[in-house]
């Protein structure tokens, strides 16, 4: 089946960037849109941004508008997410996830994880 694997997290001070990379595998890769996701300590897993695979549309939720972007290379099968001006609030773990039916509405593919720490 398909395999997700995170990389690029890390520790940042506040308002510097990081650049977070997910790299797919397996038999056949063709999802309908790949997103991002976080969970913070005490907190319920947060939808951040999605990619359409083939049309590229691209959805954010209000708490990464205008800092967080999200970008895909359909060749290298890989969804990627430049953060930048990051807060402590910020600090989670990060979350891969891609579904390959527009009709489902959750997530059937999940990465590992990889942690991003903004200190202040």
């Known amino acids: 089946q398909v395999q997700l694997v995170e990389s690029g997290g890390g520790l940042v001070q506040a308002g510097g960037s990081l650049r977070l990379s997910c790299a797919a595998s397996?038999?056949?890769?063709?999802?309908?849109?790949m997103a991002w996701f976080r969970q913070a300590p005490g907190k319920q897993r947060e939808f951040l941004t999605d990619?359409?695979?083939?049309?590229?549309?691209?959805y954010y939720a209000d708490s990464v508008k205008g800092r967080f972007t999200i970008s895909r290379d359909n060749a290298k099968n890989t969804v990627f997410l430049q953060m930048n001006s990051l807060k402590p609030e910020d600090t989670a773990v990060y979350y891969c996830?891609?579904?390959?039916?527009?009709?489902?509405?959750?997530?059937?593919?999940w990465g590992q994880g990889t942690q991003v720490t903004v200190s202040s």
């Open positions: 996830a891609a579904k390959n039916d527009r009709r489902v509405t959750g997530y059937m593919y």
């Open positions: 397996g038999r056949t890769f063709s999802p309908y849109a």
């Open positions: 990619i359409t695979w083939n049309g590229g549309s691209t």
